[in-house]
């Protein structure tokens, strides 16, 4: 690290001391009343209970206690160096992340975690932070949030982002759980970030693919559904912004994400997945769906950064008042009157106010200006009258959401007055019509990233009213404007400074003329390979998209996705620029790469007059996507009944299947498209047609949850008890998903409660399993039988306390679920509790008096599934409530050897400070310091070591802790053991030693270890094995080499007289039996025993070893001994 961060984290390092049961800190302090100097100071902080665990550690609440009185807490996670080194986790990012952040609190507003400071000792670093008493942000999803509370969170969050990313770190794993709580309702909400592990600074190490970030909140980037991004591409903190939006969605929508899957997430970028924004509808206004959806944008480039979306107008209303009221120290700044400078604001059209004779033009800045708004305190430029037009207008309406969001749609003046002949592009909303001046928009052009064209809403320019009788001189200043505003005209039209895509994009056909004029590449491509012709498609400019045809546009020329002019147009909905295109010769059965074609596109868009224009051009009706899926389909699953009922007047087939074996019906069943299925069920739509899956209609629409799909199905006889070719039927659908109104409009149709699956699970184990409370209430008024197993013996019981659903758990016992069920294996829920790690539920049980000794089949108590897993928080909760920490299964195995077996320290160190016996035995000798070496636990073997276990203790085979590292490779254990005095000589009952145990299975790392250390090369075995003569059987080329390189004598032979070649040989180890180094010695030998067939040749000839003779060793073979017979 560089010397300043280095600095900068010695500040931060603490003095402490940890003991078991708390950690002292040290510090010095000058006492000027009393005339004392570096006076020591104690601080005892003591750990109150663990608030979770993560990857590398844990995270403890800790209380600083002085008498009786707790003064102070704080939150310590700790992270194991163990994991770190195996994970090649660099724990001093985030420190340095901390530090960074926790020196800017006097400077930002108070949106991320406090860092108190660190200290480490030889297991692990401990980061000390701010502790919040209501938790994280996962906990109030399934709460009923308002939209003001959404707004409250999400501005923390943004302002918690904006100041990472202007220090140039990307947080990478953005998330609920990793934004706490530090007010909520019925005061204003306060929220901050944390938990910076997988922080990294702009371009560090930070290749495309690199991991980060949880599956649900993590951005395509990351899984490399961004197919136009290189693998060498750099992350940006565009990341943190994806995730943004998925946290925004996650509030709006009690907890939900818009992308369950990678897959979908894969499919969205791809274009096949619309974005889900129909949970976003009942809770958010448009411009906060807007918000949300300018977020979760495919292109990094594309997305919001957190500096324009503070910008944003649903983020923007109310927001003084929200920041004097959610921070303290931003009130405190006001009353003094030292408030912040206002943020450049968004322009209203209606507001603005002209009194020139023609309108006043709003141009992008140019990167080096320094436009602000208010009272600004920018660099004056030397031209005082650009200073003037880049001055913001200050009668700003928070609601200019269009003027905020979307690019201009109108050029005319400007374009007259730096073409000079009329634009025949359309006029639309981009400018309007006031006291005969109109007022235009023109959006950011973002020249920064130099690696993508992007066009992004930062910051706007006033120019200055410009007459339409502008001479030539007027012309060429409003062209240096434009230049002075980010386009540079003599720039290459590929280039970021090129208004070339730009133009087009936005329907300003006289600058496409004029750079056409200058020279421009009618078919330079983007990034996304869009050419200017694609843009003008997409956007609907028939004028710009003629002209550029005019000058030899390619029409079929397809971007990185495959797709056409034509597609765009038809994506869009721009029926005019699509009648062009078809004019001018247009393909429309052409597919991109996804083997969509423009009718399926308008189809799945719900453009209806490109759709019947494409059918009177001959568009094919049942052409299908690589997905299998015609343009009827597309409709379908997007709710499209005017396009679907074209369609099927034009003769669409109704039962067409997709790949999954789909038909329209089941697709507008699925996504819950009301009219749409009514539409298709009166054309005479199967019913209970099954797809691959043997899933009808019927079931698609239970498991999305859609009643009133539902209902139409049931009420035009779809069948209630169909089962799909897993055995589930509608009513099972419904409960896995947690549809509480489908799966009771099913019971008062009268569905069979009690039918079961193929695996024997009800539609009440479906509901405990996924911890659907209600759905689980519901059936259980309605008298379903709670004890009912499935074929492996478990109850909904079992399932709830499997999966950590403490509410359904609770629900149960009030209804009498039995504590002591056990499944076919043994497991009560108990069990099922402790092997997951669900400490609530494990509680909850306790509490009710189950029995915490129950052993299952292979005699394993609650306590050994806890430490098998590592689940200290369970394992401790077991022990204070008084279970036999000596208890052994079947095998004699305790509790300590389960978690020395699994590499689990913490729970080994807990189960010692509970009196748990380092030198216990299991059926085979096996103490808990065997089972961590034999498994490479370097960290538990070094605390068993520490806490006097005995290192040279035997199992019933006589192996010691060494044996058992070196027979499984695990050099940093082996090497362990010996600096703590372990023997090399050491022999097992068979006569073996650590070296033959490494030699046998061909650990050469481990075996140049123990020969450094001074291992016995001629030691043996009871049946006079060598070591090399182990590492011959197994064929062991390099650990042979290496014995033979350090003396080892090859002629050594064991009690039968067997040498390693021999034994080499007959085991048909070539490489072993022949190394090339031994070709001088032995070539003329072998030679002597092929001519006169000796049965060794004969041997090796079975083994099929190529015996090879350099020329030079030719001679006179006479006098040459030929090897001995290999004896079996």
């Known amino acids: 690290m560089a010397s300043a961060a280095s600095d900068l984290l010695a500040h931060f390092k603490l003095e402490a001391e940890i003991f078991p049961t708390y950690t002292s800190h040290i510090s010095y ?419 920064r990233d130099h690696e993508r064209l992007a066009i992004t809403p930062l910051r706007r320019t006033v120019l200055p009213p410009i007459s339409i009788s502008l001479q030539k001189a007027e012309r060429r200043e409003a062209t240096r404007l434009l230049r002075d505003a980010g386009f540079d005209f003599d720039a290459p039209n590929y280039s970021p400074k090129s208004a070339w895509f730009w133009a087009a994009k936005h329907g300003y056909k006289g600058v496409t003329l004029l750079l056409l004029g200058q020279g421009a590449d009618i078919e330079v491509k983007d990034n996304d390979g869009r050419t200017a012709l694609q843009y003008a498609a997409s956007n ?83 052409v299908k996507d690589n997905d299998e899926r015609t343009a009827l389909q597309f409709a379908a699953s997007n709710g499209h009944e005017a396009v679907a009922r074209l369609l099927l007047e034009k003769g669409a087939g109704l039962e067409v299947r997709n790949d999954f074996g789909s038909t329209a019906l089941q697709l507008a069943a699925g996504s819950g498209h009301e009219a749409m299925a009514r539409l298709l069920l009166e054309k ?105 197993k499935d074929k492996h013996g478990w109850t909904a019981l079992h399932l709830a306390a499997s999966n950590g659903h403490e509410a359904v758990a609770h629900l149960f016992l009030e209804k009498g679920a039995g504590l002591e069920v056990k499944a076919n294996d043994g497991w009560t829920a108990l069990h099922a509790a402790a092997h997951n790690g669900h400490e609530a539920v494990a509680r909850l049980f306790l509490e009710k008096g189950v029995d915490i000794e129950v052993k299952d089949e292979p005699g394993w108590t609650a306590l050994q599934y806890a430490a098998s897993n590592g689940h200290e928080a369970v394992a401790r909760l077991f022990l204070e409530k008084g279970v036999d920490i000596e208890v052994k299964d079947k095998h004699g195995w305790t509790a300590l050897h389960l978690a020395a077996s699994n590499g689990h320290e913490a729970v080994a160190r807990l189960f010692l400070e509970k009196g748990a016996g380092l030198e216990v035995k299991a059926n085979d000798g096996w103490t808990a310091l065997h089972a961590a070496a034999h498994n490479g636990h370097e960290a538990v073997a070094r605390l068993f070591l520490e806490k006097g276990a005995d290192i040279e203790v035997k199992d019933n085979d006589g192996r010691t802790a060494l044996h058992h590292a070196a027979s499984n490779g695990h050099e940093a254990g082996a090497r362990l053991f010996l600096e703590k005095g372990a023997g090399l000589e050491v022999k097992n009952t068979a006569g073996w030693t650590a070296l033959h145990f490494a030699a046998r299975n061909g650990h050469e790392a481990v075996v140049r270890l123990f020969l450094e250390k001074g291992a016995g090369l001629k030691a043996k075995d009871n049946d006079g094995w060598t070591a090399l003569h182990e590492a011959a059987r197994n064929g062991h080329e390099a650990v042979a080499r290496l014995f033979l390189e350090k003396g080892a004598d090859i002629e050594v032979k064991k009690n039968d007289g067997s040498t390693a070649l021999h034994i080499a040989a007959r085991n048909g180890h070539e490489a072993v039996s022949y190394p090339k180094y031994l070709q001088k010695q032995y070539s003329a030998t072998i030679a002597h025993v092929s001519s006169s067939l000796h049965k060794s040749f004969n041997i090796c000839f079975t083994h099929s070893l190529r015996l090879q003779f350099p020329s030079n060793d030719f001679g006179n073979f006479s006098s040459i001994k030929p090897l001995p017979s290999i004896r079996y």
């Open 684 to 788: 005479g739509a199967g019913l209970e047609v099954r797809n691959d899956f043997g899933s009808t209609a019927l079931q698609l629409a239970a498991g999305s949850g859609h009643e009133a799909m539902a209902r139409l199905l049931l009420e035009k006889g779809a069948g209630l008890e169909v089962k799909d070719n897993d055995g589930r039927t509608a009513l099972q659908y419904a409960a896995s998903y947690g549809h509480e109104a489908v799966a009771r409009l099913f019971l008062e149709k009268g569905v069979d409660i009690e039918v079961k699956d193929e695996p024997g699970w009800t539609a009440l184990q479906y509901a405990a399993s996924n911890g659907h409370e209600a759905v689980a209430r519901l059936f259980l008024e309605k008298g379903v039988d709670i004890e009912v």
């Open 540 to 622: 609907g400019h028939e004028a710009v998209a003629r002209l550029l045809l005019e000058k030899g546009a390619g029409l079929e020329v397809k971007d990185n996705d495959g797709r056409t002019a034509l597609q765009y147009a038809a994506s869009n909905g721009h029926e005019a620029v699509a009648r062009l295109l078809l004019e001018k010769g247009a393909g429309l059965e052409v597919r991109n790469d996804f083997g969509s074609t423009a009718l399926q596109l308008a189809a799945g868009s719900g453009h209806e007059a490109v759709a019947r224009l494409f059918l009177e051009k001959g568009a094919g009706l049942e």
């Open 29 to 447: 302090r000058n006492d000027h009343a009393r005339g004392r100097r570096k006076e020591k100071v104690e601080k005892r902080w003591y750990k109150d209970k663990v608030l979770g665990h993560g990857s590398f550690g844990e995270v403890c609440l800790e209380v600083c206690v002085q008498g009786e009185n707790i003064v102070d807490t704080r939150a310590v996670k700790k992270i194991e160096k163990v994991k770190m080194r195996s994970w090649e986790v660099d724990y001093e990012r985030e420190l340095l992340a901390l530090a960074k952040f926790s020196n800017l609190q006097d400077k930002e507003e108070d949106v991320l975690v406090k860092f108190f400071g660190y200290f480490e000792n030889a297991d692990a670093v401990f980061l000390a932070m701010e502790y919040f008493s209501y938790g994280d942000l996962a906990q109030y999803l399934e709460s009923p949030l308002s939209e003001p509370e959404i707004k409250q969170i999400t501005r923390d969050v943004v302002e918690g982002l904006r100041i990472m990313h202007a220090e140039g770190f990307a947080h990478r794993d953005l998330k609920p759980k990793n934004i706490f709580v530090v007010k909520k309702f019925p005061g204003p909400w306060w929220v901050k970030i944390g938990d910076f592990g997988m922080a990294k600074r702009d371009g560090e190490q930070t290749d495309l693919r690199t991991w980060g970030g949880t599956p649900h909140y993590q951005a395509p980037e990351f899984n490399g559904f961004v197919e136009e991004l290189e693998e060498t591409s750099i992350h940006t903190n565009a990341v943190d912004m994806w995730s943004l939006g998925c946290v925004v969605y996650s509030l709006a929508s009690k907890g939900a994400v818009p992308f369950p899957t990678p897959s979908a997430v894969n499919r969205f970028c791809n274009g096949k997945l619309p974005f889900p924004d129909k949970a976003l509808s009942m809770k958010l206004t448009n411009s906060g769906i807007q918000f949300v959806k300018d977020l979760l944008v495919r292109l990094p480039s594309e997305r919001l950064t957190a500096e324009t979306a503070q910008h944003a107008p649903w983020l923007r209303n109310g927001h003084e008042s929200f920041q004097s009221l959610s921070h303290p120290r931003a009130l405190s700044q006001q009353q003094s009157g030292v408030a912040k400078l206002p943020h450049p604001a968004p322009i209203d059209r209606m507001a603005t106010n002209s009194t020139q004779d023609a309108a006043p033009f709003l141009l992008p800045n140019h990167p080096k200006t320094f436009a602000t708004g208010g009272n600004s305190t920018a660099r004056p430029s030397k031209d005082q009258k650009l200073d003037q037009l880049r001055a913001e207008p200050t009668n700003v309406s928070s609601e200019s959401s269009d003027a905020w969001r979307r690019s201009p749609k109108s050029y005319h003046a400007m374009e007259e007055n730096l073409i000079g002949k009329d634009n025949e592009k359309e006029w639309s909303e981009g400018g309007e019509e006031r006291d005969g001046n109109t007022v235009f928009e023109l959006s950011t052009h973002n020249t």
